[in-house]
């Protein structure tokens, strides 16, 4: 009890968590950069090569010196010999001269000499035989017949300057840069920019192993039919479920009763086979509250902080245990996850040696009043509505967010969030009309 009525807000409470803990030194593993998508990086990836490797066009057009251009105009336009095509994937067999160009394709490499390219949209070929002058669009030009033009003159409406509609050798990344450095998240952007490289190996930090018990004499598995007064777990497999989006392995440690010797001995075992442990219920003061005494035994310093000034979740509890962290959470099922949002995704984090990195987040306008008790930090649910208000779009805020109302024995309630508002502990309230940030769930 002593402990539970020192209350901590939770970016306190977090902090004498995250100080408590070791510097990390993940474990490393190498994968296949296709499959690593979510996963912290465990060393800088430098790029072998510089990207691009060759200059390239960025539009259908033709390649030209761009000196060549200069001037060019609706009104009075300018002419280059056409003596060829850039072969897509394959480099040009001829160099530009002074005066001439080259028919090219959006990716192709450019031919020696050329440092631009003209857009398609601002030529026309003008044949000397005929004199016949046709546009062309790159749905029409034949790879074969646009080269096939004997002695065909390009008009040019419009003039480009050197580097315009094309790529120059590195400009992505140069050669040995640190692309991605370690501690960074993969994201399909670096999955697919380690492709280019052909960098298709990383070395990523291994999944932590994160122990999940769930206590309660009244909780069953959720493929039992529940007998009057028992309740099937939710804990176990919501927490499984939040650890693997955070980067864990969470590991199920099942049922335990609401006996101090059952979770000394479980929490234990859990202890010495995984990287941190979660446990679920039991952290309130009440006669049955087993597990602060439990987490206690578990090694020095044990337990850090024990009730955290914060709704829902006030009963959580946050210790160190021979290098481990352990946290006890509420036994409710929305208080467990957003606990677990605030306390359990950023230790994982730490652990893996990740970057820290903003949660996503978008503004909304309240839709409704929100009570609240000064000096305590609360945490809403929110549904968000596409807002139709002008005024309110052009402001920037695209969103209504509606409060759910529920218990926090209600997992449904959460469900139906699209996210979750904070009301500071300095405010008694938030008014309807507000633009509030929501953390998306």
């Known amino acids: ?17 995250l100080r408590a ?11 296949d950069t296709r499959l690593a998508l979510g996963r912290i990086l465990a060393e800088d990836v430098c790029a072998p090569h510089p990207l691009p490797a060759f200059p390239r066009a960025t539009v259908d057009g033709y390649a030209v010196r761009a000196r060549d251009t200069f001037g060019a105009s609706d009104a009075l336009p300018g002419y280059l010999t056409l003596i060829g095509e850039a072969p897509m994937g394959a480099a040009p067999s001829f160099a530009l ?23 398609l949209e601002y030529t026309q070929n003008v044949h000397h035989g005929d ?18 033009v004997v002695n065909t003159e390009i008009e040019i409406s419009r003039a480009v300057a050197e580097g315009e509609n094309t790529l120059r ?21 670096e999955i697919g920019g380690c492709m280019a490289l052909g960098i298709t190996k990383l070395r990523v930090a291994k999944k932590i192993k994160v122990g999940i018990l769930s206590s309660g004499d009244e909780v069953v598995p959720p493929e039992q039919s529940p007998r009057p007064g028992q309740v099937r777990d939710v804990n176990s497999y919501s927490l499984a479920a939040l650890v693997e989006a955070a980067g864990g392995e969470p590991m199920l440690y099942g049922i335990v009763p609401d006996n101090l010797d059952a979770m000394k001995s479980a929490a234990a075992q859990a202890l010495k086979e995984c990287d ?23 090694g020095a310093p044990g337990v850090l902080v024990h009730g955290v000034n914060v709704r829902p979740g006030k009963p959580t509890i946050l210790a160190v245990c021979d290098g481990k962290p352990v946290i006890g959470l509420p036994g409710n099922p929305v208080s467990a996850l957003v606990i ?22 978008v503004w909304a306008k309240l839709t409704l009043n929100l009570p609240s008790q000064a000096g305590r930090e609360d945490w809403v649910a929110v549904r968000l509505v596409e807002s139709g208000e002008q005024r309110t779009e052009a402001q920037g805020v695209r969103y209504r967010a509606e409060p759910v109302f529920g218990k926090s024995n209600l997992i449904f309630s959460l469900a139906a969030a699209d996210g979750l508002v904070c009301i500071p502990p300095d405010a008694t309230g938030l008014s309807a009309g507000e633009i509030v940030e929501v953390m998306l769930l």
Request: some cysteine.
């Open 1 to 17: 009890m002593p402990e539970f009525l020192r209350l901590s807000s939770p970016a306190e409470a977090l902090q004498t968590l």
């Open 21 to 31: 803990l070791p510097d990390p030194k993940p474990a490393a593993e190498t994968m």
């Open 97 to 119: 001269t002074p005066g001439t160009c080259a028919l090219i394709h959006t990716g192709g490499m450019l031919p020696e000499g050329a440092d631009a390219v003209v857009m």
């Open 131 to 148: 004199h016949k002058e046709h546009r062309e669009t790159h749905k029409k030009i034949s790879v074969n017949s646009a080269c096939s």
């Open 169 to 189: 050798v590195g400009e992505d990344v140069a050669e040995g840069q640190v692309v991605l450095a370690a501690g960074q998240r993969l994201r399909p952007a």
């Open 276 to 298: 941190e442990i979660l446990v679920t219920a039991g952290s309130s003061a009440s006669a049955r509250d087993t597990t602060a005494e439990a987490i206690a035994s578990l």
């Open 340 to 361: 677990a949002r605030l306390f359990v995704a950023p230790v994982i984090e730490r652990l893996l040696g990740a970057k820290p990195r903003p949660r996503p987040s």
